[in-house]
């Protein structure tokens, strides 16, 4: 069973950001699956690790397109991404350090931070992108 699904509400409307955001949460059920089967520490430095790289890389493409059309929240939209690449980094801070439980701690702070950005800060863009062709 997966720890987070996707569902229409964590939809923006455009596919190929949708993609982007559906391999976010495949990530996160990817952890999950290996703290289930007791690999979770092992699977924990690898998963942030990936997590970080394409997280660079999903953010530069939504904020690549928010500069190309002017969008008017841009400066706010990036620091929340900003915030969230910090945490990333302090997760895996805190891997090398040793720290215990820290599986359980990434893991509800992923599903609730990527849910509540996509939900909240992310579908706010929607019109603008649609508007300028992106579907």
Known sequence: MAYMNWSDDLSVGVSEIDEQHKKLVAQI????????SGQGKDALEKTLGELAAYT????????????KFGYPAYASHKK???AFVAK??????????????LSIEVMKFLRDWVAGHIRGSDTRYTA???????N
């Open 88 to 101: 990333v980094a302090d997760f895996q801070q805190a891997y090398a350090g040793g720290h215990l439980g």
């Open 56 to 67: 660079q890389y999903h953010f530069t493409a939504e904020e690549e397109y928010m500069q």
């Open 29 to 36: 059920n990817a952890l999950h699956d290996a703290m289930r």
């Open 80 to 82: 929340e991404h900003d």
């Open 128 to 134: 603008c992108f649609r508007e300028h062709g992106l």
